[in-house]
């Protein structure tokens, strides 16, 4: 598996990395963060480039600007339906195409070995649903609000929503918003636990999602990554077939020096440094 | 699909229309709204009928009189229990499919294109349970109580609520109720999102789940049911299985001309109305 | 399926039996609980055995002395991996065995026909966490707090926690449990139903554990064991596999003397007894 | 589940009862029995009520004329897509309810109580294969030969052929079928299983499939038609799956008069004869 | 996991170890080796004991006397369903319990580590159809022949056939033997791969099987147990789910002596020999 | 989605277009077309490149020199495995992430737009059976022979044989050659279907395979394509899950000109030609 370095300049994206934390900013401030193609493309380019970085251990991932995003660019796609020409049935293949391109830049989150956390202020909408489901954890401001915009746009959101919210909100909540497109607020966020906790600004916010990131990187990348593969693994499969997978797992990798490392810190109650998860060369 | 032109007759329920909005009363008021075979039979048919329906773009669902359902009809269930007669293995692939005709009544209120609101009063009980785990949302009244009365009367509840239950309420609580058969009141089934709001009496719900029921009506029904069918959809399949599905539903569905008003009025903010979703002569 | 009688004398276990409850209480106080393989091991001989006295309808979970559980123990774990000798392939291939033994040591609490009610005090860390998550309900005093204490000593739960907590909390904050190892209040496992009540000292709770224990198994015990095996059954399959699943069930298990017992019990609002499940002689 | 009485009568299906045995025969010979929506609609009502029938205990399907089908009735088919018009999002939609419907007119085969034996004789295409892959069996005459045509009109098979046909089928010849549209004769057929017998012509066909059905009548209905519903369920599900619901199924419908009866019979070596499984006023 | 020194002697099985290779014959010659309550358990005691043991790599199952097995012992059968008195509910709960242990019998030869060769001669009938489905291989004589015998008795086979037989025969002849009863000769057997070979009479076919054994038992024991392993687990998986199994599964099982023997005796073309998969003390 | 030309020049395959035919040639002929890492992610690379050249409708897979191929390049494997120094554990994950990848650069064979057809002659061992399972067709010479040579040095095969198989050969075939590591003829192929036709030689087989290439590459792509994707779906769904996603594929995909000129040649019976499924500039 060849890897070329990782370049990490982007057009839609700020990208930063401090230590073993990484910060990913959608960085269309001008435009709301609205989420054009080359953004998601290079979501997808910049989760699977951070993840082939050995030091990356978390990722928080925030809005540049005056919110989290105002959604899908509607400028862009409707400037894209309106082409659409040629046999219906070939556009409409294309387009089929173009949601599972899509689909597959913002399961890059999902699949990055380094759980994400994102970091909502202002407002989340849309595609920006889309893209914080795909997160491991999500924090957000009390001005903070979601909406699943999709319906209001007179469309069916194509992208995650509809599939990994079933699992952050109770059924009828998310029937709800998925029907009315309405506001969800921070404080109904909280209630449900869609949100890990809620501050009073996007400072606060930044400073508790960058901490709950580096607790996290000091944690076993074994360990770290390993949870983040089963509780994947977890959501689509049965109990049974989630304990066979997860013995077969830990038959390989529970036997090293990590759990050494951490059994005799926790014992002696003292600091300890692991290992990257991969080598520079892998 | 020949169809004939809809009745909305019934011996047990009330139903009418009023512009998109059906509404779907349980109305043997003297009997408690008892949950009697008529009733499951007719439930099966008004949803048919206003799944059929053009028109019909949301569906409240209430209880006439005093409270929403008692539950189940003991005094016919023991009457029917009692007549049976003749070779026991006949009489249980009878019961078999009596049960799996009961399950389908119930579940035409998930498969009706249209959402449905149930709005419940003062008490649900055993099959009423069953009935509005079927349906998309539930609203109630703060003196509302829900039993899962099977417990109580001896049997494995078995016309929806085991199965539906698990994505409303967190395990552990949704099993005391199912063990114990106690009441659960409308504040414990606010705070878990078993219900979207919580009501100072029948009116007021009342109005809460029409406004609702408007608020849905006025989006795109190529949305409204698309999101429904994909969210049915979710919750019985991995996230790869939903993501593929929801790709090729929309490479059939989302190029239209819902996604240009609805895109439009974003933009301009202003009014639309959509066309309805089948014709008249589908 | 000849049975020999249940011997309930028990290492690392206090097991006791009182009408149709029973009560297990980890035994190691000197040790905080902490659970070595024979715990382990007698954990599923104690709930086999109790799943095959007739009497027994009920069980509470608890731990004797100031806490539920420190989890697993480190001691003899670190002794057992130090031990690790001989062709890697095969050490690793017995320890695949070894974490499926373990596994089914503890669905032991989920198979068994009686349902569990975990009482937890103190702290439940570790290894614990497998085991509550197994039982069908939790109660916990104030101070009670939950650690995923696998990530803090280098390893990826392997018994359990991953794939039952999902169907507990909601996904944002297991990850952040499980990422981080940090404690998990009372108070926050209350908000999310992770816990079905809260108790200010571990009286309380066990008398409230003991309570709902009592209300379970004063009801019909093939309802209560019939709802627990359907309940088990809905969360590893599709809502059609499970209707189709309790149909079936039904029409063996619902015509008998209970529902007659428990209808008229509950027409003529009069007490009723039920029969044992099983016969001594089954 | 009130049943009025069926009515036999058909535009485009002759259909016939003797005894135990339905015979359903296409019936447009002078349109080599293409199918049109008429002859979909019909099969699925037809199918329905023969289930519906207490004496029907097998099924022999044929065609009448001088081949078994050609298929798609493309003039019909034609026409229909020509009206395509108005909203292509709604046409769609349309169309995508327009194939779920005579995907299940088609799955009525499958889910009729009874076995249905497919006898073939000349050329079975396109939606023939549809058809026939719903059936339980199928035998054919030597001069029969079947051919996947959608590719051959340009589309992808949509009412059940690639999804019954691996499980007739190897994979590797399956798709060489799927892709070219080529003939498969008689001989292929054979070798592989897909056909249970090849005859001189039609006549030893119908005969040996007559006999067949009547082989199938002679048995106990409570056995032949859970043992279709029982292998219909294990096409689908896991082993253990499959293991959990038999045994749920056996627990109701084992315990009858009809194992009494033959395995006196086995015993005696005399003939039996068993009710049917539904009485009339089912 | 503690475990005994194994008991080899049986009531109903004649079992006998030579070298790595186990013999389990079905010993109740008088009675045609039919399938008595005993001889369900004591063939999952005695799989589960060679599967403990750590020489056995391979097993031969064979019937003595002159046929393979009659199948269920119906006289026992009778008398059991005879005595079945009481509450019908528990009486059918009691038979459910009943079948899922029967199942769980015959399961062993699946489970067990060892690859299973069932060696047929003369009849092989009913039950004897569950037990054969669950072996990895079939060899059988050329007087050999099948008879799925559970619809000749008037009950849907419960223990395995309806769920195995549709992975080793195609679903159409499948179908006809399950509801005809028919014979099934060992020609249609070798023509659809139901068996791997076919034989002139029992001593040939028995040493076929023998040798086929040997052959299996020469391997490394890791490969060819995880290999089982991993065939049982692709059978319920889908094709994603089971490369990420295996992928595990080797992380943990493949660097190991056994892959060092055996390429280095690839590439030397010598002899090797492999270590026993577990230990005496495992 | 943008994408640049595909390069198709390689180190270990031998790639050409002719016409809507791709012929992918194993091209190590001197090390027998031994598989080394290098082949393993060239073959993903070219089958991803051929899959995005519009042109291309069917792909010939061949092995150049006197055997298709002798399987996994044992020295380089044999060399990759003696450098795994370091933590046992991460040498551990980063064999899972080895295998996933191989996995994933086999699987391009199946995800490929266009069908595959495998010509092997000679030998096809090991890799080389994970190699041709995930083509959709195998065509091979009477002198072909078949070996899963991965028990034979050691291992679990772990590159699909194990997923794929069960597909191809009756369960208890496969679990021979599985378990032994035996050839496999070409005549044993031809008996289960395994390939689709055997011939003389090479050039014959040769001839074959680019004739049934022509014959599927003269089809609609839209058809073929989708035909593919289907018959992939219903490998690892339901039956009712197969038959929902293809009627929301259709509801795309159907309408469109492919359809129109396949219908009017069928009419008409003249020939037609059918565009690409996608543009050059897709």
Redesign the interface.
């Known amino acids: 598996?060849?890897q070329s370095a990782p370049v990490l300049t982007f057009e839609t994206l700020a990208v930063s990395l401090e230590g073993n934390i990484a910060h990913v900013a959608l960085n269309r401030p001008e435009q709301l963060n609205a989420m054009n193609g080359d953004m998601f493309?290079e979501i997808g380019e910049a989760f699977r480039a951070l993840d082939a970085i050995p030091s990356v251990r978390a990722v928080v991932l925030s809005g540049n600007g005056k919110l989290f995003t105002a959604g899908l660019d509607?400028k862009e796609?409707?400037s894209l339906?309106g082409q659409?020409e040629?046999?219906?049935?070939?556009?409409?293949?294309?387009?089929?195409?173009?949601?599972?391109?899509w689909?597959d830049c913002l399961?890059t989150l999902e699949e990055c070995r380094a759980?994400v956390v994102a970091c909502v202020h202002g407002a989340c909408l849309g595609g920006g649903i889309d893209l914080i489901t795909a997160a491991?954890?999500?924090i957000c401001t009390e001005d903070a609000y979601f909406t699943i915009q999709?319906?209001?746009?007179?469309?069916?959101?194509?992208v995650?929503t509809?599939?990994?919210m079933?699992?952050?909100?109770?059924?009828?909540?998310?029937?709800?918003l998925?029907?009315?497109?309405?506001k969800f607020t921070s404080a109904e966020a909280d209630?449900?636990?869609?949100?890990?906790s809620v501050h009073a600004d996007k400072e606060a916010a930044l400073a508790a999602a960058t901490a709950?990131a580096h607790?996290?990187a000091a944690?076993?990348p074994?360990?770290?990554t390993?949870?983040?593969a089963?509780?994947n693994?977890?959501?689509?499969?049965?109990?049974?077939?989630?304990?066979?997978?997860?013995?077969?797992?830990?038959?390989?990798?529970?036997?090293?020096?990590?759990?050494?490392?951490?059994?005799t810190a926790?014992?002696t109650r003292q600091e300890v440094t692991?290992?990257d998860?991969?080598?520079a060369d892998?």
């Open positions: 598996m060849p493309r509607l796609s409707a339906l659409a040629g046999d219906p049935a070939r556009v409409r293949e294309k387009l089929r195409r173009h949601i599972l391109f689909q399961s759980p491991d954890m999500r999709e319906v209001n746009v007179g469309i069916v959101a194509d995650g509809l599939q990994r079933p699992h952050l909100l109770p059924q009828g909540i998310l029937r709800e998925a029907y009315t497109g309405r209630k449900y636990g869609f949100v890990n709950l607790a996290i944690k076993s074994m360990a770290v390993g949870t983040k089963i509780i693994h977890s959501r689509d499969h049965s109990l049974r077939d989630g304990l066979e997978y997860v013995a077969a797992w830990n038959s390989g990798q529970l036997l090293g020096e990590d759990v050494v490392k951490a059994a926790a014992l692991f290992a998860l991969l080598a892998d």
